[in-house]
T-cell receptor, first 117, second 114 residues
């Protein structure tokens, strides 16, 4: 398994500002992902963070709003840009272990709870 | 395309009684299926996974799930609920490709009464 940490654990931000969330994995992993969990909702995949190339975004999510970096096999960042109250959510990072292959098992970070005023 | 339907948004049981959380899935591929648990203000923890081996899968904390292809179901059960089982449970499907995309159900909140 992989142990994943996220920073910050929570933040309160003003509308119009941006926040960068960091995700650190304790081992090299093939795949890293970013999810959003809106209040009272399930998880929705934002994008796949690709090492050395641009992230792959899901329908409804765009790079200008959620730029993602993945400089190496253990670290990724998600920025929430030009925030509005609708961006208030928990943002979770996940990682697929290098041995998971076709099974797509993912391990999740503790999440970042974002409140936008 | 893949999707997951969790048939109950809330389940309430008494401590010591059986737990049943229902999940139906749809997938264009031979699916991988998972159950995750999320305790309040905690991260997601993997309970168990089905990956085309045994259809009855045993997980942590006494939970198990049975994959029934004919019914496209993957219900989660536990013989005897414990207070610490109170949490939200997510049924998750993966399309079985190496891409790794997970699709989450809407979640079932389990309440355990003393």
């Amino acid at each position: 398994s992989a142990v994943i940490s996220q920073k910050p654990s929570r933040d309160i931000c003003q509308r119009g500002t941006s926040l960068t969330i960091q995700c650190q994995v304790d081992s090299q992993v093939t795949m890293m992902f970013w999810y959003r969990q809106q209040p009272g909702q399930s998880l929705t995949l934002i994008a796949t963070a690709n090492q050395g190339s641009e992230a792959t975004y899901e329908s409804g999510f765009v790079i200008d709003k959620f730029p993602i970096s993945r400089p190496n096999l253990t670290f990724s960042t998600l920025t929430v840009s030009n925030m509005s109250p609708e961006d208030s959510s928990i943002y979770l990072c996940s990682a697929g272990t290098s041995g998971s292959g076709l099974y797509n098992e993912q391990f999740f970070g503790p999440g970042t709870r974002l409140t936008v005023l | 395309a893949q999707s997951v339907t969790q048939l109950d948004s809330h389940v309430s049981v008494s401590e010591g009684t059986p737990v049943l959380l229902r999940c139906n899935y749809s997938s264009s591929y031979s699916p991988s299926l998972f159950w995750y648990v999320q305790h309040p203000n905690k991260g997601l923890q993997l309970l168990l996974k089905y990956t085309s081996a045994a259809t009855l899968v045993k997980g942590i904390n006494g939970f198990e799930a049975e994959f029934k292809k004919s019914e496209t179901s993957f219900h989660l059960t536990k013989p005897s609920a414990h207070m610490s089982d109170a949490a939200e449970y997510f049924c998750v499907v993966s399309g079985g490709t190496s891409y790794g995309k997970l699709t989450f159900g809407q979640g079932t909140i389990l309440t355990v009464h003393p």
